[in-house]
């Protein structure tokens, strides 16, 4: 028995116990919810790009707010792993009062170091200097980090909320709250877009900002009956308690990889402020992640899904075919729209950017159609490791993305590649080493 109080093999933490065969319109169910949230939350940042097009100065805005919400999320990042660690403790009282604790500490440390950046030399130290910013884009972005001040607090509680739902089986309620975070930030968006007196970066920010809270304040509410379930059961016979030190150890190398992940963003920014125009580099990139991020959200899905549905060997079959299918689908419907007209048609039209900053766009997604299937994956190999209360190894893949990403777009810098088309490689290259690596730790720890 290990010390958070649950075994190293696979066991359907929604039951407690090994799971029967699983049917694949059994997953299904239990993943379309945790996927619809995801395809929403990557649709909000779609939508305010195309508000702030249709505002003054819109390549300004659009790189500027790339830049507020690449260090925003980057900020965020311990607290972004918190849906799958209490996806998988939250079984109890007293794992549950635990869980919160570290839950309020992360949301304290994380609003400090936002207030260090945002009103401190710091800004200047880790934008202009370290990665590089030209001057105009990051006067812009300041207020929109400001601004965004308990952005990582916001979703910290949102996604510990979220978590305990997960594991308790009440998956349609995280997607109902991510409908009310889209509605929040896009009505926002919309309506002080319509008044246009405020600059773009600070209707992006503000829009963002009034989505995260309006989520997390519908969590806590729609969690109330699971949690008063979870909070009236005491730990097992034969499970020991969930201490805070073991809670971190469980958490840290999932903030960790986190961390490396989001890291990835302003790494790219750094590279492409280095390229042949970087102004329109850095404007292009976030459309082009953007729309590649739609088509990896159902692949982003898997890991929680995985955690709660692995139940023994007879489910290990099913679940990882359900991955690898929705990775193929992924993928396939990203290539229809790359290589298609409806690529110009949803960039000049939905999106409303400019037929130039679309012709930089379009040879970054076409060359990120690898991106969907590898997150879905991962999400594979990453569930069934958290599963078995594994995941040191998932940083260690995490670092070897971000060396591999770092390395290539260094190399492309120096050849002067295109700045977006590199940072579609990279992003692939760093993505596919990565697979491989969790794909021989998770066949190691079986």
Known sequence: MSEIGL?????NVATGAASPALSQWRI???WLPLA????????????VNGTMARLSDPALMIAAFGITLSLSITIESPVIMLLATATALARDRQSYLKIRRFTIDLMVLTTALTALIGWTPLYDIVVRQAMGIPTAIADAALPGLRIMLLWSAAIAWRRFKQGVMIRHNATRLVGYGTIVRLVGSAGTAAALGLWG???G??????????GVIAEAVFAHFAAAPVVARVT?????????????NALVRYHAPLAATTLLLLLGQPIVGAALARTAQPELALAAWPVTYGLVLIFRSPGAALPEAVIALLGGKDTVRPVRRFGLMVGLISSGLLAILAFTPLANFYLTRLIGITPDLARIVAPGVQLSLLIPWLMAVQGWQRGRL???????PITVAMGL???????????GVALRFPGVPLAGIALTAAMGVESLVLFFRARGSS
């Open 197 to 199: 007196k405020l600059p």
């Open 7 to 11: 075994t190293t093999s696979e066991t």
């Open 28 to 30: 299904a169910a239990f």
């Open 201 to 210: 970066v600070w209707l992006g920010a503000c829009a963002l900002m009034v």
């Open 386 to 392: 958290m599963n078995r209360k594994v995941t040191a």
């Open 401 to 411: 993305n971000l060396a591999t990403m770092a390395g290539v777009l260094a190399l």
């Open 36 to 47: 619809a949230s995801w395809l929403l939350m990557t649709l909000e940042g779609p939508f």
């Open 232 to 244: 009236s059961s005491a730990v097992r016979m034969g499970e020991v308690e969930l201490t805070y």
